[in-house]
Structures are given as C-alpha cells and as structure tokens.
C-alpha cells in the first residue's frame, strides 16, 4: 500500500490481503485487512482500503462504518473518505470536499496530468471555455486570474489574449509543471475555498474544472464577483447535474444550471450565458458539462463569509 501502517506484520497481513483482492477475493481480502487494523486501529490508509474491498463484496453499510473510521483516523482526510462515505449513506447533497485530499489527489497524478486528460480523458475545456468566452464579447483582458491553474492548460489557451495572466492552485506538484511551461507571469499555492477578499482586482478570472471539486460554489462566486473589476468576466466550466451540487459515484460535484443562475444573479452579475458542452469523458463516455461566462456589475468590496452578502453598490 502507498501508505503505510508503521507495523511490519500487519503492514504484511495487507499485503497479502491485496494479493487476494487482486485475485477477485475481496472478501477474503477484507477479513485479512480487518485481523490487520487489530494490530493497528489508527490507521486510516487501512480503514479506507477495507471499506473498498466490502463494497467490492457487496457489503455497503459495513464499507461506509469503515470509512467513518478512516475519517476518525485522519481528520484532515487526505483520502476522501468522507466523500465514499457519503455516496454509500446515498448522502449526495454534501456541499464540500476535504481540501487535503485535492492537494493529494493532483499532487500524485501532476506528473501525467496532461497526458492522461487530454489522451485518455479527451479533455477539452479549455478550448470550449476559451470559445465561450469569444462568444460573449471577450477579446483580451488586462488582468486574468486562472482559478486551480492546475498544470496550465487553460492557461496556454488564454496567454496570448493576456497582459498578465497569474495562476493560483492548491497542489505544489500542478503548480510545478505549470511553471515548467513558462507561460504565467505570478503562481501561487492557494486553497481556493480558503481565500478572502483583497486588493487585487482581476479583468477576467477563470476557472476550467475546477467547481467540480468544491461543491457548493456560493462562497468562491461571491469572491470572484468581489474580486473583478466593473464588467470584468468570470468563466467556468461545470459537470451538469439535476440537483443543485450533487456528489456523483466520480467523487466530483456536478451543478445544475438553474442554481448556477440563481448564484451567479445573487452575487450581482448582470450578463450570464450559459453552454452545453462536452468537456471530458468518463469509462468511454461523454460527460454532460455547461460552459459559463459572467459579466460583473459594479459590486460591494467587503464581501466577508458565505457569500451570503453580496450587495450592490
């Protein structure tokens, strides 16, 4: 296992029971797992690996027990057990997801980011973004903000309609290959879902598949539309959902367009066009998505909190 219990025999038994998983005995592979976190009852890596394999044997309540110990073991939930959780209890309206596992979870896969999105993934957000924003007017912007930069994809689409283009993400490992491509003027590590408002005021501020991992968005809009300067934009791309944030079995949020709009008037946009589009598939099959673009109105700069307060000026 990539983490490790500490204890040698029982970091033996997992083995074996990975072993057996491995051979379509999960649970078998559960019942070894289980005599393992006897030995070591702390460890959330094991928690979370026995909760798969008794899903995988059709044992859904005790797989969810299993991940609630894996988030008891690990508060910070660098392994998104809460979010596997959730999908057993069918508890899909959970707003958020736990920003450590984001940071590991791009951190491990930043090295063959591009490749596997864009080749295995067929991802094409930001082209279809960069479209949608030529569609509502965009020619070039002063200031641009990519929102989860990520490796800088949709900074290459943006770049050359930018006088300054900076990116902010919360992974190190995606923030590395972005500067690898030497194309952002400022990159910074930020937890999106952490930021308050400042000085810095922003033409344009995008974000390509990036709300998929925040959940409920109103507290990021209303920084955003804090954040722009008077008829700048914001640009963002979406799963489509039915519900208003909906966890799906991916553990990524998909977002329905009535509640988008319904924030987006709220925070004090005025223009909101909305788009369908494809921007990724999933297993071979494409994925449902909306392409957003806003225009921002003149808007109140001490937008503190939820977002709740968004006034006019």
């Given amino acids: 296992m990539p983490f490790p219990s500490g204890d040698p025999v029982a970091d033996r038994r997992a ?76 508890v899909g309206t959970l707003e ?38 030529s569609r509502s007017g965009f020619v070039r912007a002063r200031r641009v903000l990519d929102l989860g930069c990520g490796t800088g994809l949709m900074g290459l689409a943006l770049r050359d309609r930018a006088d300054w283009l900076e990116g902010w993400d919360i992974s190190a490992g995606m923030l590395a290959e972005a500067r690898g491509k030497g194309i952002y003027d400022a990159l910074e590590k930020r937890d999106i879902t952490e930021i308050v408002l400042g000085p810095d005021r922003f033409d344009l501020i995008v974000a390509a598949d990036v709300f998929n991992y925040v959940g409920a968005l109103e507290r990021i809009i209303a920084w955003c539309a804090g954040s722009l300067e008077p008829g700048g934009r914001l640009a963002f791309t979406v799963e489509r959902g039915d519900g208003e944030v909906e966890l799906r079995e991916t553990r990524r949020f998909a977002h329905s367009p009535d509640y ?4 987006l008037a709220d925070a004090g946009f005025g223009a909101v066009q909305l788009e369908d589009c494809v921007a990724r598939q999933d297993r071979g099959a494409d994925v449902a998505a909306i392409c957003v673009v806003a225009t921002a109105r003149t808007a109140a700069r001490d937008l503190e909190g939820d977002g709740d307060a968004v006034a006019m000026a």
């Fill in 15 to 90: 083995a074996y029971a990975e072993t057996m998983a491995a051979h379509g005995a999960p649970e078998a592979a559960a019942e070894v797992m289980t005599g393992a976190l006897e030995l070591v009852p702390g460890w959330a890596a094991g928690w979370y690996r026995l909760g798969e394999w008794l899903e995988q044997a059709g044992q859904r309540e005790a797989a969810a027990d299993a991940w609630q110990r894996a988030v008891a073991a690990d508060p910070a939930d660098r392994l998104g057990a809460r979010l596997r959780w959730a999908l057993a209890r069918g």
């Fill in 96 to 133: 958020s997801m736990p920003s450590s596992f984001v940071e590991l979870l791009f951190d491990q896969y930043a090295a063959n980011f591009d490749s596997a999105l864009v080749g295995r993934l067929n991802y094409r957000g930001p082209g279809l973004l960069a479209d949608s924003l």
């Fill in 260 to 263: 988008l709009r319904s924030l």
